[in-house]
């Protein structure tokens, strides 16, 4: 499978608790989006990677979130003291990138996070 | 305040039959628009891209059209199948930055047999 992936499909924690989510992106792509989508609702940019370096970030990317993508592959998101609103699902999301040219955004199958 | 509002809601049709969705846009300025598919617990497909200049765009039985005049754009499905059940998001990019892409909550359609 050639496709985002996205690790842990599924995490039950309890508040307070830290969780880190990873995503792999398509190989060839240099972009690489994080979103969070609650219930009926759509998603919403928390941050995004060209290569390893983390360009832009959300209001909503607390000081608890943090997003790394070391070697421009793979990438984490950290949530440190999880809190009931934090539950959502962690979409990330690959793209290439030239230029201004807007490239289509490929979705991983997401992270589902429920925090009790 | 950029805003990208879809109507309706949800909406249940019989297998076979068509429906229309609809996208209503405040974002400035308009760089694209792009339908998406979502299954229950899974991430988004893109099903099209269109751009300022494009009217209407298809991909099998999901037809797309733009009126960027009146900033609104729909998707039209023909001849439904059970399959076709997910939220479909209209997405409409405002500018190259990463916060461009403004996402509406989704249209819920059922499809029954």
């Known amino acids: 499978d050639t496709g985002v992936s996205q690790d842990p499909r599924h995490k039950i924690t309890k508040r307070g608790q830290n969780v880190t989510f990873r995503c792999d992106p398509i190989?060839?792509?240099?972009?690489l989006y994080w979103y969070r989508q609650t219930l009926g609702q759509g998603p919403e940019f928390l941050t995004y990677?060209?290569?390893?370096?983390?360009?832009?970030k959300s209001r909503l990317l607390s000081d608890r979130f943090s997003a790394e993508r070391p070697k421009g592959s793979f990438s984490t998101l950290e949530i440190q003291r999880t809190e009931q609103g934090d539950s959502a699902m962690y979409l990330c999301?690959?793209?290439?990138?030239?230029?201004?040219?807007?490239?289509?955004?490929?979705f991983g199958p997401g992270t589902r996070l429920t925090v009790t | 305040k950029n805003q990208v509002e879809q109507s309706p809601q949800s909406l249940i049709i019989l297998e076979g039959k068509n429906c229309t969705l609809q996208?209503?846009?405040?974002?400035?300025?308009?760089?694209?628009l792009r339908w998406y598919k979502q299954d229950t617990g899974r991430g988004p497909v893109s099903l099209t891209i269109?751009?300022?200049?494009?009217n209407t765009k298809s991909n099998g039985r999901y037809t797309a059209t733009l009126d960027a005049d009146t900033k609104q754009s729909s998707l039209h499905i023909t001849a439904s199948q059970l399959s076709d059940s997910a939220s479909y998001i209209c997405?409409?990019?405002?500018?190259?930055?990463?916060?461009?892409?403004?996402f509406g909550k989704g249209t819920t359609l059922s499809v029954s047999s």
């Open positions: 999301a690959s793209s290439r990138s030239q230029g201004a040219v807007d490239y289509e955004q490929y």
């Open positions: 190989s060839e792509h240099n972009r």
């Open positions: 996208c209503n846009y405040t974002v400035s300025p308009f760089s694209n």
């Open positions: 997405v409409v990019r405002g500018g190259t930055a990463g916060t461009a892409l403004i």
């Open positions: 990677f060209q290569n390893e370096a983390q360009l832009e």
């Open positions: 269109m751009t300022f200049s494009e």
